[in-house]
C-alpha cells in the first residue's frame, strides 16, 4: 500500500512569488493534517481536515496560506505571496479516524526554500 | 498554552548503549502519547505510542513510560544500534484535536 505522497520534494522560488504543494494521503484515510516544520524543531499544524470539511485551522495565516481538499482525498496548499520566513518543510498526514488519537502517517515533506 | 518539553536535544551514545528521551507536557486532558522517528530527508514515523490507561508498553528494544501525575513520559532504547541514529520526536495528543509535538531529540550513536 503507498503511503502518504507529497509532491514536489523541493522547491525553490523567489519571495513574493507563489506556490502550491501537493498530498495524496493514504487510501481511505479520512482525517489530513498539514504541518510546517521549521529547522532543528517539531512539526507544528497549520490545518487539520476531517474529509472535506477543514475542522482546525487556527494556526493557518489566512492572509498568505490557503489550502483546499476537494472531494475529500487529495489536498493543495498555498502560499501567496510567499514571504522569506516561509522556508521550511511543509509535511502532509494523514489518519483514519476522526478523534485524532491515532497512528497519523507522514509524508516525505516538501522543503520550500524563499529567496 | 499546550506545551510538550523534551529533554535532551542531542544525545550521543556508544553502540550498545541505552538511550533515554524525556517529555513533559502541560495540557491534563491528554491522553495519547506517540513517539516519532524521522531520519534525514524523511517524515517522521510512528515506533511506538502509549495511552493515558497504560504506565508502560514495550516493543523490543523500545520502550515508553508514562507519568500522569507528574505529566512525564519517556523513550527508552536499549541495546542502541548506529541505525538508531535520527531525531525523536514526543508528542501529546488529548483525544480529539490536537497533536503538540516537542522539539525533538537529536541521537547519534557512535560505533
Known amino acids: 500500500e503507498a503511503g502518504v505522497v507529497q509532491s514536489p520534494r523541493y522547491k525553490i522560488i523567489e519571495k513574493k512569488q507563489p506556490v502550491a504543494f501537493w498530498c495524496n494521503p493514504i487510501s481511505g484515510h479520512n482525517t489530513l493534517y498539514w504541518y510546517l516544520q521549521n529547522l532543528g524543531q517539531g512539526p507544528e499544524l497549520l490545518i487539520r481536515y476531517e474529509n472535506e470539511e477543514a475542522v482546525d485551522d487556527s494556526q493557518l495565516p489566512k492572509d498568505r496560506f490557503s489550502a483546499e481538499r476537494l472531494k475529500g482525498v487529495d489536498s493543495t496548499l498555498k502560499i501567496q505571496p510567499a514571504e522569506l520566513g516561509d522556508s521550511a518543510v511543509y509535511l502532509c498526514a494523514s489518519s483514519s479516524a476522526g478523534t485524532g488519537a491515532t497512528e497519523a502517517f507522514f509524508g516525505q515533506g516538501t522543503r520550500l526554500t524563499v529567496v | 498554552g499546550e506545551n510538550v518539553e523534551q529533554h535532551p536535544s542531542t544525545l550521543s551514545v556508544q553502540e550498545g548503549d541505552s538511550a533515554v528521551i524525556k517529555c513533559t507536557y502541560s495540557d491534563s486532558a491528554s491522553n495519547y502519547f506517540p513517539w516519532y522517528k524521522q531520519e534525514l530527508g524523511k517524515g517522521p514515523q510512528l515506533i511506538i505510542d502509549?495511552?493515558?490507561?497504560?504506565g508502560e508498553k514495550k516493543d523490543q528494544r523500545i520502550a515508553v513510560t508514562l507519568n500522569k501525575t507528574a505529566k512525564h513520559f519517556s523513550l527508552h532504547i536499549t541495546e542502541t544500534q548506529p541505525e538508531d541514529s535520527a531525531v525523536y520526536f514526543c508528542a501529546s495528543n488529548t483525544g480529539g484535536f490536537k497533536t503538540i509535538f516537542g522539539a525533538g531529540t537529536r541521537l547519534f550513536v557512535k560505533a
Open positions: 502509549i495511552r493515558s490507561n497504560v
